[in-house]
């Protein structure tokens, strides 16, 4: 992506929908984590639900303002390597379990990986996007947030505050709060800045 396009997305993400819509997703996943982890595989419908909603919100609010802008190959390109590296790390997740089992043995290894390994590497997994984010298109917050959410995950695996599952939630909550404010102090001071009536050349 040459330097034009970088730009262009930066502007697009002014509007504090990208932080929103992380933070939304990230709390509702750690809520899951701590009540019904259970149903943790669920929670890929909310991103089928906010997919639309968030589309509505930009056609009502955004476009009016800006103008529509579409990346060259933008629908190809999202999300490719995010998937690709979830599906490595879940891997990582499950070898690690088995290697500390079979050398710590049944207690002593599911302990140590709820303990450490769960928190940590499910941390680094969450963060891949933000920096795949960052790295493609140069959005600096997208560094901070992504070296914000291991952050979490080392915190919680050194306190011990809690282990298993419930340390996701933690640490899903702990990251996508600030995101969902910051992406709605964002949005409030893009409608301030931006009001409908000043729009001249709206592209329809």
Do not use: H
């Amino acid at each position: 992506m040459n330097q034009l396009e970088k730009r262009v997305y930066q502007s697009v993400c002014r509007d504090g929908l990208l932080e929103m819509t992380v933070g939304t997703y990230m709390v509702l996943l750690g809520t899951i984590f701590i009540f019904q982890p259970r149903l943790v595989a669920f929670s890929v419908f909310f991103m089928f639900l906010l997919k639309p909603l968030v589309q509505k919100v930009k056609n009502s609010c955004i476009y009016p303002r800006t103008g529509y802008v579409k990346l060259k190959n933008e629908d190809e390109t999202v999300g490719k390597g995010i998937a690709i590296t979830a599906v490595i790390f879940i891997l990582v997740l499950a070898g690690s379990l088995i290697a500390l089992i079979l050398s710590l043995g049944t207690v002593a290894g599911r302990q140590i990986w709820f303990r450490w390994f769960l928190p940590i590497l499910s941390s680094i997994m969450f963060a891949f996007g933000p920096f795949w984010v960052g790295t493609t298109y140069g959005l600096k917050r997208a560094y901070l947030f992504a070296a914000f959410v291991p952050l979490c995950g080392i915190t919680v695996a050194v306190t011990g505050i809690t282990t298993g599952y419930t340390s996701i939630g933690i640490v899903c909550l702990a990251a996508g709060t600030p995101a969902l404010i910051s992406g709605v102090i964002m949005f409030n001071s893009f409608l301030r800045r931006y009001p409908l009536e000043d729009v001249s050349n709206v592209i329809e």
